[in-house]
């Protein structure tokens, strides 16, 4: 059951504060102008990657997301894999709550913005989700 939280509690986190920023569009800066809230409506993937086939993005990502809940629900019969539980529920939050938005919504709503960062960075827009998907993904690659 504990295994369960962790997909759980970043899907619910993210899906609040993206139903928040889609009634806010306060643009909010932390940390001295580093960091800004914002709302985006990303169409695509990574980089708004695919933008003008929402529908394939969409069928890739409850592909990914229906790959990583079977791999997450059979870790549950293994001991000693908590670290790769704890990667894969990351992934499967993250993937979950983006999902879920362009099933409903046909965009990912993007809310962080690292402002004063290379622009590299500073040029893409992120979300919980988005961070729970790149942890996850480093913490499930190194088991």
Do not use: W
Request: with cysteine; proline share 2%; glycine share 10%.
């Amino acid at each position: 059951m504990l295994n369960l939280i962790i997909p759980t509690a970043i899907a619910g986190i993210d899906r609040g504060i993206k139903e928040h920023r889609e009634n806010n569009d306060t643009v909010y800066d932390y940390l001295d102008g580093n960091i800004k809230v914002i709302t985006y409506h990303n169409r695509g993937a990574f980089l708004n990657k695919g933008d003008k086939h929402p529908v394939a993005v969409a069928f890739i990502s409850v592909i990914f997301s229906i790959i990583i809940g079977l791999v997450f629900v059979c870790t549950f019969t293994k001991k000693g894999l908590g670290a790769l539980r704890f990667g894969l529920g990351l992934l499967l939050g993250g993937a979950f709550s983006n999902t879920y938005d362009r099933i409903k919504k046909g965009y990912v709503v993007d809310y962080i913005v690292f402002a004063k960062a290379p622009s590299v960075i500073r040029n893409i827009v992120f979300n919980i989700a988005d961070f729970a998907i790149i942890i996850g993904a480093l913490i499930s690659a190194l088991q």
